[in-house]
């Protein structure tokens, strides 16, 4: 999609380090990180909300999260990890392709608001 900056990073126009990459996704190092450790696990397929995902986008999305925790060495999940998907403006979502947060590496607060 034209003008998304993570459309931008999985084709390469925009340069980031890749710290992983598959057919489905990428996941980058996040550029304000709210954790010790804060990566972006990035679909290929640009979509925004989940509510748009076709059965195949599912999947795709499924086989994100089967990933991500063979990941572990490479992410630092070690002592635990918390994943998060923010939908909407209400959520704090800025970048409008669907993404997950992978935060890491120090005990985390159960604060949503
Ligand atoms: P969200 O607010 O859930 O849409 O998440 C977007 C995330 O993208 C935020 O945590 C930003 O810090 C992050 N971000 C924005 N620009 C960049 C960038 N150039 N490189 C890496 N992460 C970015
Ligand atoms: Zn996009």
Known sequence: MENCLFC????????????????????????????????????KKHFKYLAEMTQEDSALVGRILKTIPTLADKLELGEGYRLVINQGDDAGQTVPHLHIHVLSGQKMEWNPA
């Open 8 to 43: 931008k990073f999985v084709s390469g126009e925009f340069k980031t380090e890749i710290v992983f990459e598959n057919d489905d996704f990428i996941i980058i190092k996040d550029i304000a990180p709210k954790a010790k450790n804060h990566f972006l696990a990035i679909p």
